[in-house]
């Protein structure tokens, strides 16, 4: 499963990477073309040029949007379990296939009463919403963050790959209690 993560994140990168590329050269083309600068169509080799650069240019797009495509197909059939994690101000509801809790924060404000717990190399579907107000979830150490809005279901795909505890916070200004918002996961071998 994280080698199929893998790949995905490096087709989207490189998929990424190919749109500024072209965005760039068509922008300086058609530049050319238009403000009178040094391209000029009049000459046959330019012609074929210019279609020999535009066709592939659609080809591989075509391609590249086929296979981004095709991996994000059914990826939720990998996951064995669904979480959903509900943003309410100001405090986090997880609800798993077999109960739900709230977690609320601790006096200190950094860490929370219940934390949500994940087993190690297991992958989960997290379905990330909200109950009023726009907020974040952000856990900076293991690279997840997902807007949770009012009235729609976000989905992120998550293979906990470390063992710990991890902290993360609400990342979008949602109230006056905002600051005092904290997530923790905990990345556990067995549940007990």
């Known amino acids: ?60 797009l075509v391609l590249c949007g086929l296979n981004v495509n095709f991996i994000t197909n059914n990826l ?3 996951c064995e379990d ?24 601790c006096l200190d404000g950094l860490l ?3 934390p949500l717990r994940l087993v190690y190399g297991v992958p989960y579907h997290l379905i ?17 963050k997902m807007d949770a809005i009012p009235g729609r279901l976000n989905h992120l795909f998550f293979c906990p790959s470390l063992y710990g505890l991890f902290i993360g916070y609400c990342a979008e200004l949602c109230g006056v209690n905002h600051s005092v918002m904290p997530i923790a996961i905990e990345v556990v071998n067995n549940v007990d």
């Not at 994280?2 to 058609?30: P, S």
């Not at 403000?35 to 535009?54: H, K, R, Y």
């Not at 509900?86 to 924060?105: C, K, L, M, P, R």
């Open 1 to 60: 499963m994280n080698l199929y993560l893998l790949y995905y994140d490096i087709v989207c990168y490189i998929f990424a990477v190919c749109v500024f590329i072209i965005c760039f050269v068509y922008m300086l083309l058609f530049w050319g073309l238009l403000g009178g600068g040094s391209v000029a169509l009049e000459s046959e080799n330019q012609v074929i040029e210019f279609i020999w650069t535009v066709l592939p240019t659609i080809i591989v």
């Open 82 to 105: 669904t979480i959903k994690i509900v943003g309410h101000q100001w405090y986090w509801s997880y609800e798993y296939n077999d109960g739900e809790f709230d977690s609320f924060s």
């Open 128 to 144: 990330v919403t909200s109950a009023d107000v726009i907020h974040s979830f952000h856990v900076p150490s293991l690279n997840l």
């Open 112 to 114: 929370v009463d219940k």
């Open 76 to 78: 939720d059939t990998f």
